[in-house]
């Protein structure tokens, strides 16, 4: 297992920001990284991804509003929340997937290490 541990979630009003944080093991650094979301209903979606070059894939449910990123000095991955909405609710897994496969949302979702996972209630 990979050891991924996420932090800043929380409670925010709606239209307000939140910024989650994920530090994972200094191996990962070159690995394909991303946010996952479980909602209410149980559906997950792979919201952000970021590969080892630094290109970025969205949601189209977050475009625009959410924002990942890496520090790889700190081993810690971001993803600044804008904007947020009601169904933004969800528990927010950090994600991360050896080299090799394809870096999207979908490969993530089938084959990524997730950490423990971190709240967020928008309301």
């Known amino acids: 297992d990979v050891q991924l541990v996420e932090s800043g979630g929380g409670s925010v009003q709606a239209g307000g920001s939140l910024r989650i944080s994920c530090v994972s093991p200094?191996?990962?650094?070159?690995?394909?990284m991303g946010w996952i979301r479980q909602g209410p209903n149980n559906a997950r979606e792979g919201v952000a991804v970021?590969?080892?070059?630094?290109?970025?894939n969205y949601a189209d449910s977050v475009k625009g509003r959410f924002t990942i990123s890496k520090d790889n000095d700190k081993n810690t991955l971001y993803l600044q929340m804008n904007s947020l909405k009601l169904e933004d609710t969800a528990m927010y897994y950090c994600?991360?997937?050896?080299?090799?496969?394809?870096?999207?949302?979908?490969?993530?979702?089938?084959?990524?290490?997730r950490g423990q996972g971190t709240q967020v209630t928008v309301s």
């Open positions: 994600a991360t997937m050896r080299a090799g496969n394809f870096c999207s949302r979908v490969n993530l979702l089938r084959f990524g290490y």
């Open positions: 200094r191996y990962t650094t070159r690995w394909c």
């Open positions: 970021i590969d080892s070059d630094g290109s970025t």
